[in-house]
């Protein structure tokens, strides 16, 4: 069950002209249900946002946090705006797996304008966190380098140099004789770099893990 909402006093004249366009459907999720309401409320009326009961239906979901996060959060939920205040690391690297785009204050959250551009912004992806959380993911993503990718000889985007140097190849149209000759490998080491690529990724074929490659910058 779905129900379309719109700002108080019906026409939204109050909003910029980007809010009113606004077109997306999102969903709520909270580990207090007197909380959940009254964001739900927060949100009733709202031009051109929509909200839906399930994640899998909306493009972005606004969890509340409280404890209980991953319980709350317990799949990929697409494109998350989570409120939360003093978010441990632990919980931070739960929201980042389950697809958190936008991290809002609660003192933010109160204030409609300030959620519905986090609800837009997450919608077209782009990433909002506050300085200090900012700097804990980064901190985090150093010591996942050094610690656990660095060792295996993998990269942040989950390839390692020789399998970004075949994909690479591999995207500029040649075979596997002709990466095996350029990269001086024997043919057998280029399918196998591949055959582990493809089989650590699940990617499909060659041409799915070009995609992947693009879609994660790695070439």
Not at 2 to 10: D, L
Not at 105 to 126: F, K, P
Not at 172 to 184: H, N, S
């Amino acid at each position: 069950m779905t129900s379309q909402i719109a700002w108080p006093g019906g026409r939204g004249a109050d909003l910029p002209a980007h809010a009113r366009r606004a077109d997306v459907r999102i969903s709520v999720l909270a580990t207090d249900p007197l909380v959940a309401s009254g964001l739900r409320a927060l949100l009733h009326l709202t031009p051109g946002v929509e909200q839906v009961q399930e994640p899998a239906d909306a493009e972005v979901t606004v969890a509340v946090a409280d404890a209980g996060l991953p319980e709350l959060l317990g799949h990929d939920v697409g494109k998350l705006v989570l409120v939360a205040d003093d978010l441990r690391q632990n919980d931070l690297w739960t929201a980042i797996e389950r697809g958190l785009v936008v991290l809002v204050s609660r003192s933010e959250a109160t204030d409609r304008m300030r959620l519905l551009r986090a609800i837009r912004d997450a919608q077209e992806g782009r990433g909002d966190l506050p300085a200090e959380q900012l700097g804990v993911l980064l901190h985090g993503l150093k010591r996942l380098q050094e610690n656990t990718l660095g060792p295996r000889k993998l990269t942040l985007g989950g390839f390692s140099e020789r399998e970004a140097e075949v994909i690479r190849l591999l995207a500029d149209g040649l075979d596997t004789a002709e990466i095996a000759e350029k990269l001086i490998y024997s043919e057998r080491t280029v399918k196998n770099v591949l055959h582990t690529l493809l089989s650590r990724l699940g990617l499909r074929n060659r041409a799915h893990a070009v995609a992947y490659a693009l879609r994660n910058g790695v070439i």
